[in-house]
């Protein structure tokens, strides 16, 4: 059974004069426990279906079913992480890591051992009473994985979370994201432009066409990448195969809307 569905989900601009649809009968399922990455040209709608499952905006026409049922978003926890990591600079680490769990008033001892335990999994046992303005990029966004996690939500949204960092930090939290979502089994989606984050991350690719956002194409990953580190996929012999076949893909549309 899926565990999340798009179904026939269409979305309106809306302004004085008319409105843009943005997205047309985007339809997809998600199982329990899988990570599905979504690419496309830019203002093709991928982050407006992100923003659709979160709650943010509601959809013109469609559903949104978690286990076939009409999705509650003010009863499913979501985790959002977002390319800016928007810490607190005048609160410490420990208490950004527990703003959620402080706003629902659920926060206990044992939620701060957690948050305490989740820092040491990602490296940063020893900054839980520092400042934000003392960590550096990569550091920002682990303390933003581990306040996205401390909520213990069923599905994560990421949209491009890794890509204002340099290169050798977003490789090591492509590996750390990825291992941690594997450890506690959580259900993933997406939203990058980067093809190899795509490949590396995912069990499916959606790519997208735009004017408006429609699912083009959907690839399976290999099962041997799969089951590798994102780094490892990189130096896997099938990596470019599948990279060469989105890259056409992605260009195929790129280039629709060039000429449009």
Known sequence: MSFLTLSNVSHHYFTKTGFTKALSNISFSIAEGE????????GCGKSTILSIIAGIMKQTEGEVLLHNKPMDRSKTQIGYMLQQDYLFPWKTIIENVLIGPNIQATATKETKEKATSLLHEVGLSNIA??????LSGGMRQRVALVRTLITNPKILLLDEPFSALDYQTKLKLEDLVFQLLQTYHKTALLV????GEAIAMSDRILVMDANPG??????????????????MVRRHPKYQLIFDKVWQELN?????????
């Open 192 to 195: 990058t432009h980067d093809i």
């Open 35 to 42: 990570f599905i990455s979504i690419l496309g040209p830019s």
């Open 214 to 231: 429609v699912i083009a194409k959907v690839f399976d990953v290999p099962v041997e990448l799969r089951n590798e580190m994102p780094f």
């Open 129 to 134: 009473d520092a400042y934000p303005a003392s």
């Open 252 to 260: 195929k549309h790129e280039g629709a809307m060039s000429k449009s």
